[in-house]
């Protein structure tokens, strides 16, 4: 594998790890596993190699971060160099008033109801 960009491809764990999605090799990995991760659409294994120009999408810290891949990088490198490395294509985070007026369970209050499951649903636009 080679560190710089170049026209050779990168293992996906290795790949968003270099490029700070997540903090370790091993939570890259396992999110990878997890199905958390995926290359131009399709949920892949840790071993899959991303090429310049792909599309990962990654479940990173409850909010889903949608990047083009526009370097290749092996090793982990500076928060400077790993933002070029990508071109992000994320959705803007709700804004705060909206994550501020979300219900709030008590905790140890158990799972919510199917009821609240919708409101909720409905408060972060995943629902008509």
């Given at each position: 594998?080679?560190?710089?960009?170049?026209?050779?491809?990168?293992?996906?764990?290795?790949?968003?790890?270099?490029?700070?999605?997540?903090?370790?090799?091993?939570?890259?990995?396992?999110?990878?596993?997890?199905?958390?991760?995926?290359?131009?659409?399709?949920?892949?294994?840790?071993?899959?190699?991303?090429?310049?120009?792909?599309?990962?999408?990654?479940?990173?810290?409850?909010?889903?971060?949608?990047?083009?891949?526009?370097?290749?990088?092996?090793?982990?490198?500076?928060?400077?160099?790993?933002?070029?490395?990508?071109?992000?294509?994320?959705?803007?985070?709700?804004?705060?008033?909206?994550?501020?007026?979300?219900?709030?369970?008590?905790?140890?209050?158990?799972?919510?109801?199917k009821r609240e499951r919708r409101q909720m649903d409905r408060l972060m636009g995943r629902s008509p």
């Amino acid at each position: 594998m080679t560190r710089d960009s170049g026209s050779r491809a990168v293992r996906i764990d290795a790949w968003v790890w270099a490029v700070r999605l997540y903090k370790t090799r091993t939570a890259a990995a396992e999110a990878v596993r997890a199905g958390h991760v995926k290359v131009n659409g399709i949920a892949v294994k840790p071993a899959q190699h991303v090429v310049v120009g792909d599309t990962v999408r990654a479940w990173v810290n409850h909010r889903e971060h949608i990047v083009e891949v526009a370097r290749l990088h092996s090793k982990r490198v500076g928060p400077a160099v790993a933002r070029e490395a990508y071109i992000d294509k994320s959705p803007p985070p709700p804004p705060r008033e909206i994550v501020a007026s979300m219900p709030r369970r008590e905790r140890g209050a158990g799972r919510p109801t199917k009821r609240e499951r919708r409101q909720m649903d409905r408060l972060m636009g995943r629902s008509p």
